[in-house]
């Protein structure tokens, strides 16, 4: 039966579709337009991105989902028109479906027009605190695409480097068929010391500028922004909800990214307490002296040395020489004791080369690589403050006033920040435990990581898992979760994606109604304990309102 | 040996450190007590005064100053040169490495002392595990604690498991730096408090090496608050870091508010202890406001951090209600009986008896605290199980609570609700640990019953005081197998070796002459008791041979008798298990026999033993797999290299090898990718359970017998383990790893210490 490809939306309502890219989000909206006799959906794209490997198989042929195959979906089902594209935040998982390319092509040419284009105000470059943020944000993109070059050659743990490498690629982008692994990062190292060899006069921040054009989430975020025909448009929290085009009802809401400093920072609250708290993404001092060495020693930057006068120091290749010349003659040596010291030090720590004699016992013991584990603490942070720059948008939808959320990524700091939102309208006051507590809708955040949903309950001052879907909104909640858990957790070091005691409260709260990408079907008598199944009814309802096909998983938000 | 005086005595080695770290100690306003000088006993640390003592590099530690970000080494010091002999050690100086050097040498090596002083034993670093086949694992002696004093560039300072070393730091103060002016170099391990922290972690380390595995919410949290507590008071044992600061408080001495200040004060300036140490109180304003206590505190407190700052400021109010009680007549003496002082600088000799009873309130609580440690299950431990131990160790040395030192504590435990769970009341004698006789009661046993059990204890007193003879009698009997006869003779042959490296030693010191090895009868004695005389691989390799002797012992005895100690036995419960080769049962592992020696209040000697058995299990965060695993047992895959293929249990081929696929290792072993995401081929964390047992080394009574709160057979434990792991993913460090236990526990020390502190 040839059916037709388009995606139609409820009469009244929303129909939201999950594309199953694999580890990343890629959602298409469907909503009711008012305009044009045949009035034609409003269709809204909210992110397009996965992470290379991570696909699912398709379960009718076993063969992995690419993502030519969902381009080609969303062309058909919006008919080459997407009225909105939202981008929430620059990482490689939402964002490199937007520039991968095919005989040098894009993808998404394959569309005929894209309509507007939302972004967050951090992306804003008439927004100073926004230019602030992301030139901080380049400056340890550096630092930390030289610390990863170091780790490889250091010999690290080979778990920790791939960790560090793929956080960088999270950052950087780029997708399979374009750049293997770790050549992103292999490529703006690149750039920065072209930049550096052309003009050493030149400020560092003016090396990071030039590199950092490389990074190909940018160059995805570039394209949209170069094809957007309705303009572009920055939401900020707080601000004055935004309508969608062509008539469509539905009021959108921005949440997040706040912009209070430190919430972007996503420190944990017991840090807030004890100490002072450090802007975003801006490196401390212990960073700076960290990647410092990193640079240094891959031959960008200045030198930057030991904390110790050069009268105490012996450098490394001296102590792990094993024939000294210098000393040939027996009269220096005792006068100055030296070899004796840098005997008793090759001595313990070992050779240079911990093969090189076996019967020296300490290779174990040794630190050559250990302080280059900073840079996956550092990696870390960087996630974390990028996730938090994640737009978060509230759809309500008009009769009902049932409420959508997509929250990206975004994490604690975040959701910490929302309580304290209002918005006017028509019938008075909106604020946020308000917008929440109507919520049936819930794209779960960040893959549904530890602290990308918070924990707490009604009563909290902060928003949080309870806060969602309360009173008589409660019964009707329903959450999507993109995520591919074989994938994460066969991991080297397994990602913890989705968390489960995040999906296991997800699926209490929904009674089981919970899409996760990798799961072609969601089985509604499987569920945690002392949970209460649905009704038969209520089972109807869902199936009826739900889709499950190869590349999308499908729920329909009646209003 | 020319520096040595007629009697062959050698004066202690004096070094100068640094009192605080140089933020705090740089300031004007404190530079009379900048510096504190620690002591040394020769003989703690011999060496050839002849000779360099470069590092240093002594008996318990070696310091190693690489740099490998820098890529240099730093000049080593060296502690028997003129200069540095004569002049208590370099001066105290930043820009000098070599006073880095000595500062972390002198500061683990008083550590250390304060635990051979309060254990009675000496110090032995947790040995090095190495993974020899499928099921074995080879321990090595590893005798010295590495120092590195500037391996990492960052704000962090931890030790290192895996390497056996402390691992410090060094970073730029940042432009808000409250620790150091913005711009210069802040060094770790120039911080009294930081390097005593990480030596206690390696030091507990030694002592409970299953202490680092996130088993119980309280488990890290206890690693992490012990060490600050060490910390803290070995801070305040110094008397003149005390006196000027109450010096500095006039008339108007709130001595409580004082001291938590100082305590809070110490611990902030470079971070470290800033988390730990913020239950005790905060600034308002200008004054210093110490937080009351709140029984519900745990229950709010989530991650190590947050649950270890309940138990230092329990023990920090402990503190103070003794500090108070053995001043209070100091008071009264001082203000004619009113007890309020009057204002103006108060009396130099009034200040120097606070800060003098300050320190000594310190000792004890630092005393109590450390020796604790002998009395706490195996594993699994909890804040209630430490208050236990605190009560029952402090009891069974000092009988009378004369002083109200353990009312002290179990008021300021209380306060902050922490209580062992279970228990309807709190009072000194519900606290104590049950001794074998009462647990046998408990348990239902009529008194007649406990005799067997203690017949039993008495062939180990004959046993353990004749070694060789008791191996000799095992195997004659045909009483153990003959591999585990072989085991025991290969560890009789190492601690007769230890026993000669150690004479000869001796005997090169004295004439010259070695001394001749005629230790062929066996050694008949008790060895464990020579403890403090002997060097320390030689009572490793004692401690070694008596577990394994204790374990053969152990493995005789009735089932009753075990049960009653918290072991699982008898038929074949769960699959889990890992099933002994020689008893068909529950794998038992005696993971320590170890002497406390005690001087008691009459100055006798309390010798005990100190016996710790574990039983362990797989385990797994889904149930189901649980489920079928216990009953089914792991499915086994072999590798035959001939065919190159995996085989199941009955010699199925299940995958074939491909190099290019089957490269991933887990948990030492290399699977193929089919197996490798499957939950079932690979426990997700070890449940374990056990007992602690603390015998009379006299008698061989069994004093106090510690057990875990649920047998290793019993899945409440396990449940309640994996619920912890599960939520405590919650409180990850980051948004990609899985819950603690799940992780490494080698890495617990680095990730939970980085970047503590905010600059």
């Known amino acids: 039966m040839a059916s037709d490809p388009t995606m139609k939306a409820p009469r009244s309502g929303v129909r939201i579709r999950m594309y199953r890219l694999g580890h990343g989000d890629c959602f298409l909206l469907a909503f009711p337009g008012q305009e044009g006799s045949a009035r034609p959906p409003v269709h809204v794209l909210i992110d397009c991105g996965y992470k290379p490997g991570s696909q699912v198989p398709d379960p009718e042929t076993g063969e992995?989902?690419?993502?030519?195959?969902?381009?080609?979906?969303?062309?058909?089902?919006?008919?080459?028109?997407?009225?909105?594209?939202?981008?929430?935040?620059?990482?490689?998982?939402?964002?490199?479906?937007?520039?991968?390319?095919?005989?040098?092509?894009?993808?998404?040419?394959?569309?005929?027009?894209?309509?507007?284009?939302?972004?967050?105000?951090?992306?804003?470059?008439?927004?100073?605190?926004?230019?602030?943020?992301?030139?901080?944000?380049?400056?340890?993109?550096?630092?930390?695409?030289?610390?990863?070059?170091?780790?490889?050659?250091?010999?690290?743990?080979?778990?920790?480097?791939?960790?560090?490498?793929?956080?960088?690629?999270?950052?950087?982008?780029?997708?399979?068929?374009?750049?293997?692994?770790?050549?992103?990062?292999?490529?703006?190292?690149?750039?920065?010391?072209?930049?550096?060899?052309?003009?050493?006069?030149?400020?560092?921040?003016?090396?990071?500028?030039?590199?950092?054009?490389?990074?190909?989430?940018?160059?995805?975020?570039?394209?949209?922004?170069?094809?957007?025909?309705?303009?572009?448009?920055?939401?900020?929290?707080?601000?004055?909800?935004?309508?969608?085009?062509?008539?469509?009802?539905?009021?959108?809401?921005?949440?997040?990214?706040?912009?209070?400093?430190?919430?972007?920072?996503?420190?944990?609250?017991?840090?807030?307490?004890?100490?002072?708290?450090?802007?975003?993404?801006?490196?401390?001092?212990?960073?700076?002296?960290?990647?410092?060495?990193?640079?240094?020693?891959?031959?960008?930057?200045?030198?930057?040395?030991?904390?110790?006068?050069?009268?105490?120091?012996?450098?490394?290749?001296?102590?792990?020489?094993?024939?000294?010349?210098?000393?040939?003659?027996?009269?220096?040596?005792?006068?100055?004791?030296?070899?004796?010291?840098?005997?008793?030090?090759?001595?313990?720590?070992?050779?240079?080369?911990?093969?090189?004699?076996?019967?020296?016992?300490?290779?174990?013991?040794?630190?050559?690589?250990?302080?280059?584990?900073?840079?996956e603490a550092l990696a870390l942070r960087l996630n974390d403050e990028v996730n938090n720059t994640s737009l978060v948008l509230a759809f309500e939808l008009p009769d009902t006033r049932q409420v959508l959320l997509f929250t990206g990524d975004a994490q604690r700091g975040s959701w910490f920040s929302w309580a304290d939102l209002e918005w006017q309208t028509e019938d008075g006051t909106v604020d946020a435990r308000d917008l929440l507590g109507r919520c049936t809708f819930y794209k779960c955040g960040h893959h549904g990581s530890h602290n990308a949903t918070m924990n707490g309950t009604e009563q909290d001052s902060w928003a949080n898992i309870d806060w969602l879907g309360r009173g008589r909104f409660a019964e009707d909640f329903v959450a999507m979760i993109p995520a591919n858990t074989a994938w994460a957790r066969g991991k080297k070091r397994p990602w913890d994606h989705p968390l489960p005691a995040i999906e296991e409260e997800l699926r209490r709260k929904a009674r089981g109604r919970v899409f996760r990408t990798d799961v072609d079907h969601v089985d509604l008598d499987d569920l945690p304990e002392d949970t209460e199944p649905l009704s038969n009814a209520e089972k109807n309802a869902f199936k009826k309102a739900s889709a499950e096909e190869a590349l999308y998983l499908e729920f329909t938000v009646y209003d | 040996m020319a520096s040595k005086n007629e009697t062959g005595f050698m004066p202690p080695r004096r070094l100068r450190v640094l009192a605080f770290d140089p933020g705090t100690g740089n300031k004007f306003l404190n530079r009379s007590i900048r510096e504190v000088t620690i002591t040394i006993p020769w003989e703690f640390d011999p060496s050839d005064p002849n000779s360099a003592f470069w590092g240093p590099r002594g008996e318990y530690v070696e310091v190693i100053d690489y740099d490998p970000a820098s890529g240099a080494f730093y000049e080593p010091i060296d502690l028997n040169e003129k200069s540095v002999l004569l002049n208590e050690g370099v001066a105290p100086s930043e820009e000098d490495p070599r006073f880095h050097q000595q500062m972390v040498y002198a500061v683990a090596m008083e550590t250390i002392a304060i635990f051979e002083q309060a254990l009675g034993r000496r110090v032995l670093w947790a040995p090095r595990w190495e993974k020899t086949g499928q099921r074995n694992w080879q321990d090595t002696y590893v005798q010295r604690l590495r120092i590195y004093p500037h391996a990492l560039r960052?704000?962090?300072?931890?030790?290192?498991?895996?390497?056996?070393?402390?691992?410090?730091?060094?970073?730029?103060?940042?432009?808000?730096?409250?620790?150091?002016?913005?711009?210069?170099?802040?060094?770790?391990?120039?911080?009294?408090?930081?390097?005593?922290?990480?030596?206690?972690?390696?030091?507990?380390?030694?002592?409970?090496?299953?202490?680092?595995?996130?088993?119980?919410?309280?488990?890290?949290?206890?690693?992490?608050?012990?060490?600050?507590?060490?910390?803290?008071?070995?801070?305040?044992?110094?008397?003149?870091?005390?006196?000027?600061?109450?010096?500095?408080?006039?008339?108007?001495?709130?001595?409580?508010?004082?001291?938590?200040?100082?305590?809070?004060?110490?611990?902030?300036?470079?971070?470290?202890?800033?988390?730990?140490?913020?239950?005790?109180?905060?600034?308002?304003?200008?004054?210093?406001?110490?937080?009351?206590?709140?029984?519900?505190?745990?229950?709010?407190?989530?991650?190590?951090?947050?649950?270890?700052?309940?138990?230092?400021?329990?023990?920090?109010?402990?503190?103070?209600?003794?500090?108070?009680?053995?001043?209070?007549?100091?008071?009264?003496?001082?203000?004619?009986?009113?007890?309020?002082?009057?204002?103006?600088?108060?009396?130099?000799?009034?200040?120097?008896?606070?800060?003098?009873?300050?320190?000594?309130?310190?000792?004890?609580?630092?005393?109590?605290?450390?020796?604790?440690?002998?009395?706490?299950?195996?594993?699994?431990?909890?804040?209630?199980?430490?208050?236990?131990?605190?009560?029952?160790?402090?009891?069974?040395?000092?009988?009378?609570?004369?002083?109200?030192?353990?009312?002290?504590?179990?008021?300021?435990?209380?306060?902050?609700?922490?209580?062992?769970?279970?228990?309807?009341?709190?009072?000194?004698?519900?606290?104590?640990?049950?001794?074998?006789?009462?647990?046998?009661?408990?348990?239902?046993?009529?008194?007649?019953?406990?005799?067997?059990?203690?017949?039993?204890?008495?062939?180990?007193?004959?046993?353990?005081?004749?070694?060789?003879?008791?191996i000799e009698t095992l195997a004659r009997n045909e009483l153990i197998p003959q591999s585990s006869v072989d085991g025991l003779h290969a560890d009789m042959e190492r601690v007769r070796q230890a026993f000669l490296e150690t004479m000869n030693r001796r005997a090169d010191r004295s004439d010259g002459e070695p001394a001749n090895g005629s230790t062929e009868a066996g050694f008949n004695i008790n060895l464990l008791e020579m403890d403090l005389n002997v060097d320390r691989k030689f009572i490793y390799e004692v401690r070694k041979l008596y577990s394994h002797l204790f374990w053969a012992i152990l493995s005789r005895w009735p089932d009753n008798m075990l049960e009653l100690m918290g072991m699982a036995v008898g038929s074949f419960p769960q699959r889990t298990f890992t099933q002994s080769r020689i008893t068909g049962k529950p794998t038992i592992d005696v993971y320590s026999v170890r002497i406390a020696r005690r001087a008691g209040k009459r100055g006798q000697h309390e010798d005990e033993y100190v016996v710790e058995l574990i039983q362990s299990r797989d385990g797994y965060r889904d149930p189901e797999v649980q489920e079928m695993i216990d009953r089914d047992g792991k499915p086994q895959l072999t590798f035959d290299a001939e065919k190159r293929a995996y085989l199941d249990a009955d010699g199925n081929a299940v995958v074939d090898y491909d190099p290019e696929q089957h490269d991933r290792t887990r948990d030492g072993m290399t699977w193929p990718r089919e197996t490798i995401d499957d939950p079932a081929y690979h426990r997700d964390f070890r449940y374990r359970a056990g007992c602690t047992l603390l015998i009379d080394a006299r008698t061989f009574t069994i004093r106090r017998l510690i057990r875990t709160p649920f047998r290793a057979d019993d899945d409440r434990g396990l449940d309640q383990m994996r619920k912890h792991l599960s939520n405590s993913a919650r409180h990850a460090m980051n948004a990609f790893d899985g819950p603690d236990g799940v992780g490494d526990p080698n890495k617990a020390f680095a990730v939970m210490h980085r970047n503590i502190g905010k600059y």
């Open chain 2, 154 to 470: 960052e704000a962090n300072a931890f030790y290192d498991p895996r390497k056996k070393a402390l691992l410090f730091g060094y970073f730029t103060a940042g432009p808000e730096s409250r620790a150091a002016p913005p711009g210069t170099t802040v060094f770790t391990c120039l911080s009294h408090d930081i390097v005593v922290h990480e030596t206690v972690h390696a030091i507990l380390d030694g002592m409970h090496p299953r202490f680092a595995e996130a088993s119980t919410p309280d488990m890290l949290a206890l690693h992490e608050a012990f060490a600050d507590i060490v910390a803290m008071f070995q801070q305040f044992s110094h008397p003149q870091v005390l006196e000027d600061q109450i010096a500095r408080t006039r008339g108007d001495l709130d001595q409580q508010s004082l001291l938590g200040e100082l305590a809070q004060e110490f611990g902030e300036a470079i971070g470290r202890g800033g988390a730990l140490r913020s239950a005790l109180g905060r600034m308002d304003g200008d004054t210093w406001v110490p937080t009351p206590p709140d029984v519900l505190a745990l229950t709010k407190a989530k991650g190590p951090h947050a649950r270890g700052a309940v138990l230092v400021a329990a023990v920090f109010r402990a503190f103070l209600t003794i500090y108070k009680s053995r001043t209070s007549d100091l008071f009264r003496i001082a203000s004619g009986g009113s007890g309020i002082l009057r204002d103006g600088a108060i009396d130099p000799d009034l200040v120097k008896r606070l800060a003098k009873e300050a320190a000594m309130s310190a000792n004890h609580v630092l005393q109590i605290c450390i020796r604790a440690m002998d009395y706490v299950p195996p594993v699994a431990v909890t804040f209630g199980d430490y208050l236990r131990a605190i009560i029952t160790a402090d009891h069974d040395l000092f009988p009378d609570d004369e002083k109200g030192y353990r009312r002290a504590f179990i008021e300021a435990f209380t306060a902050w609700g922490i209580r062992p769970a279970g228990m309807p009341v709190v009072t000194e004698a519900a606290l104590l640990w049950p001794s074998l006789a009462e647990a046998a009661a408990d348990a239902g046993y009529k008194e007649a019953h406990a005799i067997p059990f203690q017949a039993k204890l008495n062939d180990m007193v004959y046993w353990a005081a004749r070694p060789s003879e008791a």
């Open chain 1, 64 to 375: 992995d989902i690419r993502i030519d195959r969902i381009v080609d979906d969303i062309v058909a089902a919006t008919g080459g028109k997407v009225d909105v594209v939202i981008v929430t935040h620059e990482h490689q998982d939402h964002v490199n479906g937007f520039g991968t390319t095919r005989d040098r092509v894009p993808i998404f040419d394959r569309l005929d027009e894209i309509g507007e284009v939302w972004l967050a105000w951090t992306e804003d470059g008439n927004d100073s605190l926004a230019n602030r943020l992301r030139r901080d944000y380049h400056d340890q993109l550096i630092g930390l695409a030289f610390a990863e070059e170091r780790l490889g050659m250091a010999g690290a743990d080979p778990e920790q480097v791939q960790l560090v490498s793929e956080l960088l690629e999270l950052e950087l982008g780029g997708e399979e068929d374009s750049l293997s692994p770790g050549q992103a990062a292999a490529m703006i190292r690149e750039r920065f010391r072209e930049s550096l060899d052309k003009n050493r006069a030149m400020a560092m921040s003016g090396h990071t500028s030039f590199a950092v054009e490389g990074i190909t989430n940018k160059n995805a975020i570039a394209y949209l922004r170069g094809r957007a025909t309705g303009g572009v448009r920055f939401l900020s929290p707080g601000g004055a909800p935004v309508a969608l085009p062509r008539g469509a009802k539905a009021l959108a809401y921005p949440l997040g990214p706040p912009r209070n400093e430190q919430l972007l920072t996503d420190l944990d609250p017991r840090e807030q307490e004890a100490f002072h708290m450090r802007p975003p993404f801006a490196m401390d001092g212990a960073a700076q002296t960290f990647f410092a060495a990193a640079a240094a020693q891959s031959g960008a930057g200045e030198m930057t040395g030991s904390p110790f006068a050069t009268r105490y120091r012996h450098a490394a290749a001296t102590v792990f020489a094993t024939e000294r010349p210098e000393y040939a003659d027996d009269a220096l040596r005792e006068a100055s004791g030296a070899v004796g010291k840098l005997e008793f030090m090759r001595g313990v720590y070992g050779p240079k080369d911990p093969d090189e004699d076996p019967t020296d016992a300490a290779p174990w013991r040794r630190i050559d690589a250990d302080w280059l584990d900073a840079s």
